[in-house]
T-cell receptor
Framework: GPKVLQIPSHQIIDMGQMVTLNCDPV?????FYWYKQILGQQMEFLVN????????KSKLFKDQFSVERPDGSYFTLKIQPTALEDSAVYFC??????????FGHGTKLSVL | QQQVRQSPQSLTVWEGETAILNCSYE??????FPWYHQFPGESPALLIA?????NKKEDGRFTIFFNKREKKFSLHIADSQPGDSATYFC????????????FGLGTTLQVQP
């Protein structure tokens, strides 16, 4: 089936540094999402993105977070600066109809 | 505060039995209730979903039962197979915002041969 690719699978950085998580969504999809999963907790919605704009962001989407999809390429989540509590698995997803979401394998972010 | 509660946390059944996974929710504006499954090393994938206009949705061996009055829904896996062993997540979202999913914690299902 359609695949969402996330790069890298694991990223280790020092607190205060900037990190960019990359997502290659399904090619004809129109809606894009980031979800965050802290170890032992449920996946939580961070943000969704459509037509070049953020549609909605949750309270977890701090001011240090930003998303973009320049020129239809990767859909990225940037965190600048990172904090210890940003350590989690970040799942990217895309959808054609904002209903059936296709998820990537996730990027495990470890902030030291 | 968890808006979507899922139980049990883990479940073991024998091959051929029916596995029953349960979820409940609080927000009455929720309008879309999918189940995702995730096999080890794989990404979560949509298995089956229901809207409140129905109280039952079937797809092969997988059936969702929905009780709007009690705000509960369950996934029944009939004739469970070892290949069904995975983590199952229920979720819910509101009308007009179906992509903003509120997930449960997941149920890890083990089907013993």
């Amino acid at each position: 089936g359609p695949k969402v690719l996330q790069i890298p699978s694991h990223q280790i950085i020092d607190m205060g540094q900037m990190v960019t998580l990359n997502c290659d969504p399904v090619s004809n999809h129109l809606y894009f999402y980031w979800y965050k999963q802290i170890l032992g907790q449920q996946m939580e919605f961070l943000v969704n993105f459509y037509n070049g704009k953020v549609m909605e962001k949750s309270k977890l989407f701090k001011d240090q977070f930003s998303v973009e999809r320049p020129d239809g390429s990767y859909f990225t989540l940037k965190i600048q600066p990172t904090a210890l509590e940003d350590s989690a698995v970040y799942f990217c997803a895309s959808s054609l109809d904002n209903e059936r979401l296709f998820f990537g394998h996730g990027t495990k972010l470890s902030v030291l | 505060q968890q808006q979507v509660r899922q139980s049990p946390q883990s479940l073991t059944v024998w091959e051929g039995e029916t596995a029953i996974l349960n979820c409940s929710y609080e927000d009455s504006t929720f309008d879309y209730f999918p189940w995702y499954h995730q096999f080890p090393g794989e990404s979560p994938a949509l298995l089956i979903a229901i809207r409140p206009v129905s109280n039952k949705k079937e797809d092969g061996r997988f059936t969702i039962f929905f009780n709007k009055r009690e705000k509960k829904f369950s996934l029944h896996i009939a004739d469970s197979q070892p290949g069904d062993s995975a983590t199952y997540f229920c979720a819910a979202s509101a009308r007009g915002n179906t992509g903003k999913l509120i997930f449960g914690l997941g149920t890890t299902l083990q089907v013993q041969p």
